[in-house]
Antibody, heavy 121, light 109 residues
Framework: EVQLVESGGGLVQPGGSLRLSCAASGFTFSSYSMNWVRQAPGKGLEWISYISSSSTNIYYADSVNGRFTISRDTAKNSLYLQMNSLRAEDTAVYYC??????????????WGQGTLVTVSS | EIVLTQSPGTLSLSPGERATLSCRASQSVSASYLAWYQQKRGQAPRLLIYGASSRATGIPDRFSGSGSGTDFTLTISRLEPEDFAVYYCQQFGSSPLFTFGPGTKVDIK
């Protein structure tokens, strides 16, 4: 069974930093690309970052580019999101999500339960 | 950047009724790149449909997807109590890599 468990969320002041982690199990982590997707309270879903299986390809949404850094540790079956210069508008539940190829197209197919990040003074 | 619009914003129906949800793209999207997700309150999203019309593993056949170009549809043939949720369409693109629609809430009439 695919399991993705996020951790590291919490309350942080504007301008501060936070590092999210995602522990993966139930599949061969090193073979899959991964994503972070967030959801502001009461709002829709926003994709924010992607990392390929080998970490060769990394992409960010414009809203976080230059402030957030995605990374992965295959030995620990873990995905990370380093978030710097946090703003109030970064307040959201952050989901770790697996990416697979379905008929040669990238599809986000499994999601963790999310971790809440609140940016407030 | 391709923008996805979903309608209606809210759909109020009774169990057993048919639900038809629309997703419109601001420019033509390959059907291969269109997916649908279900999100229940307090839960993570779940993949329902990929490639516009292929059901994901374990998804009941009352869920079906169709469409091409700029217009896509998710149909729930007969609503079950567990189907009342928010549904998002999503497209795989270039920049940003994934784009979601604003969602359609299906609630109990």
């Amino acid at each position: 069974e695919v399991q993705l468990v996020e951790s590291g969320g919490g309350l942080v002041q504007p301008g501060g930093s936070l590092r999210l982690s995602c522990a993966a199990s139930g599949f061969t982590f090193s073979s899959y690309s991964m994503n972070w997707v967030r959801q502001a309270p009461g709002k829709g879903l926003e994709w924010i970052s992607y990392i390929s299986s080998s970490s060769t390809n990394i992409y960010y949404a414009d809203s976080v580019n230059g402030r957030f850094t995605i990374s992965r540790d295959t030995a620990k079956n873990s995905l990370y999101l380093q978030m710097n210069s946090l703003r109030a508008e970064d307040t959201a539940v952050y989901y770790c999500a697996r990416d697979d190829q379905y008929e040669s197209v990238e599809v986000i197919d499994y999601w963790g339960q999310g971790t809440l990040v609140t940016v407030s003074s | 950047e391709i923008v996805l619009t979903q309608s209606p914003g809210t759909l109020s129906l009774s169990p057993g009724e048919r639900a038809t949800l629309s997703c419109r793209a601001s420019q033509s999207v390959s059907a291969s790149y269109l997916a649908w997700y279900q999100q229940k309150r307090g839960q993570a999203p779940r993949l329902l449909i990929y490639g516009a019309s292929s059901r994901a593993t374990g998804i009941p056949d009352r869920f079906s997807g169709s469409g091409s170009g700029t217009d896509f549809t998710l149909t729930i043939s007969r609503l079950e109590p567990e189907d009342f949720a928010v549904y998002y369409c999503q497209q795989f693109g270039s920049s940003p890599l994934f784009t979601f629609g604003p969602g359609t809430k299906v609630d109990i009439k």
